[in-house]
């Protein structure tokens, strides 16, 4: 499972590079999700119930309407599962991807992608609405269209590509499933913890030089400026080591050594012992990071996943980088 994994996640990381030109297209339509939702109380329950049908601008600019509230929810990408359970709609989720594994309860969803869309399945669940992703929009292409032009409600959510960003999915995921207050509250949590690791790390004056190993050799790629990764280690007042490039990077070995940074990151989860197999390669031994052992693994979930967690993913990396200030 976890090589299967890794072939996706490699297999993303080249959609990623191929498409990234349409990133700064689809952070456009962000500010265009954040449209009021009306409400209607409820005098018995003193609840404030979301009124339906709503309408809402997705990721794709296309207006998609709600009927009414889902009852019965697909998330085709993890982030946007854990953002519907964040908001309290766990319940109401019947279909997840193979990659799906947080909360533990995902485990007994219905399992509808994987490397491939199961239009045939999700058909047979019956939602109510599909929670798509702008990042699998192209891979997805044919089976999506099959599952509108079937009569099923789809949502692309925008791919984040900043805090910013994941606070609009989160905005946008709210509106859809009728918890708009839920979702608002979980943002401003968000912000105040992203606020809180901020002032910390105000507190750090000898800034750490960091490379970010997002896969592994012989092929490696890490992340440049514009990217979420840089702006998570920016939040950590650490330096990213390829912060004069752009995007996701290839990079050979002899560049990494050039750069000697004091701390390297791997989020490559499904390489067993990634941290150790980076330390022993024999062209690194003599960057600083190696030679201290600051070399890490992280989380690759809570760093890569634009959903609730990813504030836990910044404290993770703070841990990392600055235990004597964080904490491990």
Known sequence: MKKLYGLFAAFLLVFGLLAACG??????NEDNNKQPVS????????????????TIKDATDTDVVIEKKPEKIVSLIPSNTEIVYALGEGDAVVGVSENDNYPEETAAKEKVAGMDLNVEKIISLKPDLVLAHGSVVAFWEAGLKQLKDSGVTVLVVNDAQSFDAVYASIEMVGKATGKTAEAEKLIQDMKANLDDIKKQAESISEQKTVFVEVSPAPEIYTTGKNTFMN???????????VSDQEGWIPINEEAVVEMNPDTIITTVGYVENAAEEIKA???????????????????????????????????ELAKAIYPDVFGK
Do not use: C, H
């Open 39 to 54: 409400e209607q109380t409820d005098d018995n329950t003193n609840q404030k119930e979301e009124a339906f049908p709503v």
């Open 281 to 315: 390669r024999t062209a690194w031994k003599d960057i600083t990071a190696v030679k201290d052992n600051q070399v890490y693994l992280v989380n690759e979930d809570l760093v890569s996943r634009s959903g609730p967690r990813i504030v836990e993913g910044v404290e």
């Open 23 to 28: 990133n700064e297209g689809n952070n456009k």
């Open 231 to 241: 702006e998570m280690l920016e939040a950590i007042n650490a330096k990213n080591a």
